[in-house]
């Protein structure tokens, strides 16, 4: 298994552009998750989905938007990019409510 | 709100020694305790979790100890290696339903000192 993938590792936006962040997973986890971290910082939840077709937002959602239409993918999109959403972007997945397993991590740099 | 948090920012251990890295919750209603390890440029990896009716639980080289009555959580690493630098993060949820999500701890910076 590869576990959580996701694309790109470093990306660098101008303000106002546009872009989605890849997830996949391939464990066939039900629950999927976003989280941002900035820099020494811990993770703060932006959406997080039970099963395809259910989203829910979490902590800091603005800003962002999620859609879940198949089990194993978990797109991120970021409509009008601002400089406050430079951070370290993680994608995670879990079988249930408990233990997550975290992607790499996405780098984005909005300038 | 509810939340999770550390008391120390920042730890310094010798090599060999054993690190404790503590936690302190506000959830009451939390039963589901995990901590995260990351190392520098990588994601949270998973370490060791705990269920709210036990209060000990030991893994290789690491134990978790939750005391309720005081929202303590702890995460002790015996026998220190460099390899255990990194930010450790404790998570808690309350919820069995998948509704209520992990809230994560700031983190505590362990450095082994070789």
């Known amino acids: 298994n590869a576990g959580v993938t996701q694309t790109p590792k470093f990306r660098i936006l101008k303000i106002g552009q546009s872009m989605t962040l890849q997830c996949t997973q391939d464990?066939?986890?039900?629950?999927m998750y976003w989280y941002r971290q900035d820099p020494g910082m811990g993770l703060k939840l932006i959406y997080y989905?039970?099963?395809?077709?259910?989203?829910d937002k979490g902590e800091v959602p603005n800003g962002y938007n999620v859609s879940r239409s198949t089990t194993e993918d978990f797109p991120l999109r970021l409509e009008l990019a601002a400089p406050s959403q430079t951070s370290v972007y993680f994608c995670?997945?879990?079988?249930?409510?408990?233990?997550?397993?975290f992607g790499p991590g996405t780098r984005l740099l909005v300038l | 709100g509810e939340s999770v948090g550390l008391h120390l920012p920042t730890l310094s251990v010798q090599e060999g020694d054993n690190s404790i890295i503590n936690c302190a919750y506000s959830?009451?209603?939390?039963?589901?305790f995990i901590w995260y390890k990351q190392e520098s440029g990588k994601g949270p990896q998973f370490i060791i979790d705990?269920?709210?009716?036990?209060d000990k639980r030991q893994g290789q080289r690491v134990t978790v100890l939750l005391n309720k009555t005081v929202k303590h959580l702890s995460l002790q690493i015996a026998a220190t290696q460099p390899g255990d630098s990194a930010v450790y993060f404790c998570?808690?949820?309350?919820?069995?339903?998948?509704?209520?999500?992990?809230?994560f701890g700031k983190g505590t910076r362990l450095s082994v000192i070789a």
């Open positions: 959830n009451s209603a939390s039963d589901y």
């Open positions: 995670a997945s879990s079988y249930g409510e408990e233990t997550q397993y």
């Open positions: 705990i269920r709210s009716n036990m």
């Open positions: 464990m066939n986890h039900n629950y």
């Open positions: 998570a808690e949820t309350a919820g069995a339903s998948g509704n209520t999500p992990l809230v």
């Open positions: 989905s039970v099963g395809a077709g259910i989203t």
